[in-house]
């Protein structure tokens, strides 16, 4: 019986030093699909890759088909209501909207709409990624109400105090996702605390195309 237990130990002890590898744990647990595509938006939008590969791995684990009760589609979950408004935002002609709305499962239009989404995000709660993340989730008028009732100002970081429990796991889920990217894939590139973006709003939405 006790061998029995020594081999149990032992092979648990394996399982956990081989999973701890991080070529297995970039194959089977972070891997990182897209990554070109992922980086040349993000680059473009100025948001960290690695918050949008861990957006991308929270919202639908990187399934093109993957589709909310909601009606939120693709890899990075976008609603068509949000992919409309950031069309517009983005002076898209109107064959331009047409196109990328029947194709927003397309991983390129969705991440090109999501990685925007979620700089502009960044850009509205001055480089928060708590506040950013919830009003990635759970929209950002809820975030603001929340701020306004709370007294929570753009320095606020307690997760636990997020009202949505949903909201809380997801917030935690993909900041704990970005820190294995970061660790796995090149922590020269990580920034642990990304820049505001609202100086450079204006010039992305009036300068910047696709």
């Given at each position: 019986m006790?061998k029995?237990?020594?081999?149990?130990?032992?092979?648990?002890?394996?399982i956990?030093?081989l999973?701890s590898?991080?070529?297995v744990?970039?194959k089977?647990l972070y891997p990182?699909?897209?990554?070109?595509t992922?980086?040349d938006?993000?680059?473009r939008w100025?948001v960290?890759?690695?918050?949008?590969?861990a957006?991308m791995?929270?919202?639908s684990?990187f399934?093109?088909?993957a589709?909310?009760q909601s009606g939120?589609?693709?890899?990075?979950?976008i609603m068509p209501?949000?992919?409309?408004?950031?069309?517009?935002?983005l002076n898209?002609?109107?064959?331009?909207?047409?196109?990328?709305?029947?194709?927003?499962r397309?991983p390129?239009?969705?991440i090109r709409?999501?990685?925007?989404?979620?700089?502009?995000?960044?850009?509205?709660?001055n480089?928060n990624?708590?506040?950013a993340?919830a009003a990635y989730?759970?929209?950002?008028?809820n975030v603001?109400?929340w701020?306004?009732k709370?007294?929570?100002?753009?320095?606020?970081s307690?997760i636990?105090?997020?009202p949505?429990?949903?909201t809380?796991?997801y917030v935690?889920?993909v900041?704990h996702?970005?820190?294995k990217?970061a660790?796995?894939?090149?922590t020269n590139?990580f920034?642990s605390?990304?820049?505001?973006?609202?100086e450079?709003?204006?010039?992305r939405l009036?300068?910047?195309?696709l």
């Open positions: 006790q029995k237990f020594l081999k149990i130990c032992a092979a648990l002890v394996a956990y030093f999973i590898l991080p070529v744990q970039k089977f990182f699909p897209y990554r070109t992922v980086e938006y993000s680059a100025q960290d890759k690695f918050l949008t590969i957006v791995k929270v919202e684990n399934s093109e088909a589709r909310s939120a589609v693709g890899l990075m979950q209501e949000t992919a409309a408004w950031i069309a517009y935002q898209e002609t109107p064959e331009e909207f047409d196109c990328d709305i029947k194709n927003l397309e390129e239009t969705n709409y999501g990685t925007w989404y979620l700089a502009e995000l960044e850009d509205e709660f480089g990624d708590v506040l993340l989730n759970a929209g950002r008028g603001r109400e701020m306004a709370n007294n929570w100002d753009e320095n606020f307690d636990d105090k997020i949505y429990a949903e809380r796991d935690k889920r900041l996702c970005r820190e990217y660790k796995l894939y090149g590139d920034v605390t990304p820049i505001a973006l609202h450079l709003r204006f010039a009036k300068n910047l195309s």
